[in-house]
């Protein structure tokens, strides 16, 4: 049997091993020389969230009889895409690459080792995850999806939509549609994570099947619109909460004394990226 110190421990190895490896990935982008075309970024992003996911497998399935659930995969491996997607982003805005990497790699660290931690109620056997564990777990998934949606934006050519570039109603349908089924992958997954957490679903693929939709559409026409900068993601993580408020009606009651809360501190980080977004511009 595995002790907690051991586990902890190797937590904390899975953590460092997940960073380093974002930190090899995204040094071509503090090159001023090397231009990472986007295919091979969203290419490094799977093989950053799939070597998280695996890491969190190995971590979690010992001296688990009942194995693993495949949705406690899912945070981990969203976070640590989210700490690699971060990072183009940030230098898009105007942020120096070595300081972006810096500041993503240190944030992601405790991020990263958050989820893994956050996951483990889930998984063991004899725990029993109380209400703090599932928020912790809501929290991470829509911070990391408002995350990699930024991160679409940001390494899509012409993804982020600028004024002096774009004509509305000249945009290319192809980009659109690659933007919104990027942006509706991810909500599938947190979707998917989301609806298994509140209790057995018998219809989890299809309830998972409805945020994608939802977000890919939302995605989809905010590019149409060529909503600015950082607005246009934080309007879709607006959309994913209100769609997991709507998909959780039958969740533990602490949810619906909270939500308006939880509304009101998304509403305020709404109005901060529309403040940042003006004053930028």
Same mark, same amino acid.
């Given at each position: 049997m595995v002790h907690e110190p051991v586990r902890r421990r190797q937590g904390r190895t899975l953590t460092l091993l997940t960073i380093g490896f974002i930190g090899l990935a995204s040094l071509p982008l503090a090159a001023p020389s090397v231009e990472m075309d986007w295919r091979a970024q969203w290419l490094v992003a799977v093989l950053v969230g799939g070597a998280a996911a695996y890491g969190t497998f190995q971590l979690y399935g010992e001296d688990e009889p009942r194995g693993v659930p495949i949705?406690? #995969?899912?945070?981990? %491996? #969203?976070?640590?895409? *989210?700490?690699?997607?971060?990072?183009?982003? *940030? +230098?898009?805005?105007?942020?120096?690459?070595?300081?972006?990497? +810096? %500041?993503?790699? +240190?944030?992601? *660290?405790? !991020?990263? $080792?958050?989820?893994?931690?956050?996951? #483990?109620?889930? +998984? $063991?056997?004899?725990? !029993?995850?109380? *209400? $703090?564990?599932? $928020?912790?777990?809501?929290? #991470?998934?829509?911070?990391?999806a408002f995350l990699v949606f930024v991160g679409v934006a940001a390494t899509l050519p012409g993804g982020w939509p600028l004024p002096e570039l774009d004509v509305p109603g000249e945009i290319p349908v192809d980009l659109a549609l690659t933007m919104g089924l990027a942006d509706a992958a991810i909500a599938f997954l947190v979707g998917y994570r989301l609806t298994a957490m509140v209790g057995p679903a018998p219809a989890v693929g299809w309830a998972s099947g409805t945020y994608a939709v939802v977000i890919g559409a939302a995605s989809v026409a905010f590019r149409w619109l060529a909503v600015p900068g950082l607005m246009g993601p934080a309007l879709l993580a607006v959309v994913l909460y209100l769609s997991t408020i709507a998909r959780t009606r039958a969740a533990p009651p602490d949810l619906h004394t909270r939500w308006p809360f939880e509304a009101l501190i998304l509403g305020l980080a709404v109005v901060a990226v529309v403040v940042y977004q003006l004053l930028a511009r």
């Open positions: 949705e406690s #995969l899912i945070t981990p %491996a #969203l976070v640590a895409v *989210a700490v690699y997607a971060a990072i183009p982003a *940030a +230098v898009w805005m105007g942020t120096h690459p070595a300081f972006a990497i +810096v %500041a993503a790699l +240190v944030g992601g *660290a405790v !991020l990263l $080792r958050t989820a893994i931690d956050a996951e #483990l109620p889930f +998984v $063991r056997l004899g725990d !029993l995850p109380v *209400a $703090r564990d599932r $928020r912790v777990v809501e929290g #991470l998934l829509l911070g990391a």
